[in-house]
């Protein structure tokens, strides 16, 4: 499933490419770009986001498999594991993303990994204690659902703190090279871990990455001022109302934003649909082992890694706006795939290494080229609510997905099923191919310290 939501600041975009600042006369030189690899807080960044998404990758698995296969639920109910955990982007992302922008983003990361560990936690607890149910998953997924918008808000925004805007493309791209890691080998690691102890206590995993990740970050160092509260006209400070409607004019009102906005959330509702009833289909209709699904998934994921590594020189040489219609045109297909999935193991296992490929290659090309555009245009002090809005826009169909693919599994064969979810993903292109984003060239270089005209 694309993330699908990368977050890249706005500037002041007239034509239908993207301009790139010029130097003035007799400007000296730029120094020379230093290696990412040599910025220690960057490195700590990257190396608690690497843990934690590895962690995270078995309870991708665990959780729906306990639902399913531990607690017996239906479709239905292992598709509204999803919509709890997604609902929080519709209730909190807006007024998260405003009240990011007023504080200091580095605690808001650090106190969301920790409280995440700590809801996983009552997994395991409950399942010892025999009091184990589906409502305990549905809290727990709701729990961390709205701990992740505000750490995902603030992570969005806390990146431009740490880089420079010429940064932005290779700090995101070595983030989802960590992440391509932690797909391929999570969720072979998952699937072998359920195999040998029971599901629910495999979630400590992902518990401790957290912890692990939480207390990287609290040694960055990096200077992070408290951002000044906003004033109105009158000299009297904007309320959290006024700066969320700013936020969703910003997005709103710029002909890149918008259809970057509209293809990635019609990629999500499709998707969503289509992997909502996947856990039921896959170990209840076909039978398949969860070692198999995660080293299918996790060899699939291999695609991520070669997405990371391939987005930067891609951009450089078809374009950005090229990379962002093609890498979306291609998901829909690859989640077409999954409707022919069969019970035989070996067949099953390399169609779904084959979607997988498909789906992490094209997810990362996208997200790091339009995240890093958004990045790159978007003034600091809007920072927060663009990324909140977008998230909102973008994450908020997937619970929508997800229940209407519970439903449609409830009613339909669980292909078909599938089969609408991938139709919809499959049409998500057409919002940047018939946009001003398909002909855009390279990422702007522009200055983010005021906030940009929407268009």
């Not at 109302?241 to 710029?254: C, F, M, P, S």
Request: proline content about 6%; aromatic content about 10%; charged content about 15%.
């Amino acid at each position: 499933m694309l993330e699908v939501d990368g977050s890249i600041p706005e500037g002041r975009l007239t034509g239908e490419s993207a301009p790139v600042a010029e130097p003035a006369p007799g400007t000296p030189p730029r120094p020379a770009r230093v290696s990412l690899w040599r910025c220690a807080d960057y490195v700590k960044l990257w190396t608690a986001s690497t843990i934690s998404l590895m962690g995270s990758q078995v309870s991708l698995l665990a959780i729906p498999y306990i639902a399913a296969v531990v607690l017996h639920a239906g479709a239905f109910e292992v598709a509204m594991l999803g919509m709890f955990e997604m609902l929080p982007f519709i209730i909190f992302a807006l007024p998260a993303g405003a009240w990011l922008d007023r504080v200091r983003r580095r605690p808001v990361l650090i106190a969301g990994d920790f409280g995440r560990a700590a809801a996983l936690l009552t997994i395991p607890i409950a399942y010892a204690l025999g009091i184990l149910t589906v409502w305990q998953l549905y809290a727990v997924g709701f729990t961390t659902g709205v701990l992740t918008v505000f750490f995902d808000v603030a992570d969005q925004s806390y990146l431009p703190v740490l880089l420079e805007a010429d940064d932005l493309v290779d700090g995101n791209a070595k983030l989802q090279i960590s992440a391509s890691a932690a797909q391929i080998i999570g969720p072979a690691f998952g699937g072998g871990l359920i195999s040998i102890v029971a599901a629910p206590f495999a979630v400590v995993v992902d518990a401790v990455s957290f912890v692990a990740s939480g207390g990287l970050i609290s040694l960055i160092r990096r200077d992070e001022p408290k951002p000044e509260r906003k004033l109105a006209a009158d000299g009297s400070h904007t309320s959290l109302r006024h700066e969320i409607a700013e936020g969703l004019r910003y997005v709103t009102g710029n002909r890149y934003l918008r259809m970057i906005a509209g293809a990635t959330g019609t990629s999500n509702l499709g998707t969503s649909i289509a992997f909502s009833i996947f856990p039921v289909f896959a170990y209840v209709e076909l039978g398949l082992n969860p070692g198999l699904v995660g080293l299918a998934f996790g060899l699939g994921s291999f695609g991520v890694l070669l997405g990371a590594l391939a987005a930067a020189p891609l951009s450089r040489r078809v374009g950005v706006g090229t990379v962002i219609v093609g890498s979306m045109f291609v998901t829909g297909p690859a989640t077409i795939l999954l409707v022919f999935l069969p019970s035989a193991p070996p067949l099953a296992g390399g169609l779904l290494f084959v979607s997988q490929f498909l789906m992490g290659f094209t997810a990362v090309t996208y997200n790091v080229n339009q995240v890093s555009f958004r990045q790159a245009i978007t003034p600091l002090d809007i920072q927060g609510r663009m990324n909140a809005t977008m998230r909102f826009i973008v994450w908020g169909t997937m619970p929508l997905g997800l229940f209407a693919g519970g439903i449609l599994g409830t009613l339909l064969p669980l292909r078909t099923t599938i089969l609408i979810g991938a139709v919809v993903a499959s049409s998500a292109f057409l919002w940047v191919l018939f946009s001003p984003v398909r002909s855009l060239r390279e990422i702007p270089s522009a200055a983010r310290t005021e906030t940009a005209a929407a268009e």
